[in-house]
């Protein structure tokens, strides 16, 4: 996946390839008519953690793995946890707070409710 971003930014960018080294001239070259697949999931994540937090369906305390149970199937496949545990730490979601742990995982509280 690494390489393929790689590639296509070279390949945007219109780069020299003249001046790469030679295996990554030739990985170039090869792969220059290849279409990059793009990802059709587009989750806005922010957006779709809020419904979940306004809809009041999560219990007084809860997890991330309580809000990623929330998400659509095709989201609840690839964001991890800890995308979501980095998304609540950002603006926007100050109404969340921190009230302690199960296991690894962190608890939280919606701010009114605490």
Do not use: C, H, W
């Amino acid at each position: 996946m690494e390489s393929n971003l790689y590639l296509r930014i070279l390949l945007l960018l219109n780069y020299e390839i003249e001046f790469l080294p030679a295996a990554t001239k030739r990985v170039v070259l090869e792969n220059k008519d290849r279409q990059f697949p793009s990802s059709n999931i587009n989750p806005n994540l922010p957006e779709k953690i809020r419904l979940i937090l306004d809809s009041r369906q999560l219990p007084q305390q809860f997890t991330t793995n309580d809000i990623k149970l929330l998400l659509p199937q095709n989201l609840q496949k690839v964001i991890a946890r800890s995308r979501i545990a980095d998304t609540i730490t950002r603006k926007g979601f100050e109404d969340l707070v921190e009230v302690g742990k199960i296991g690894r995982s962190k608890l939280y509280e919606i701010r009114g409710n605490v």
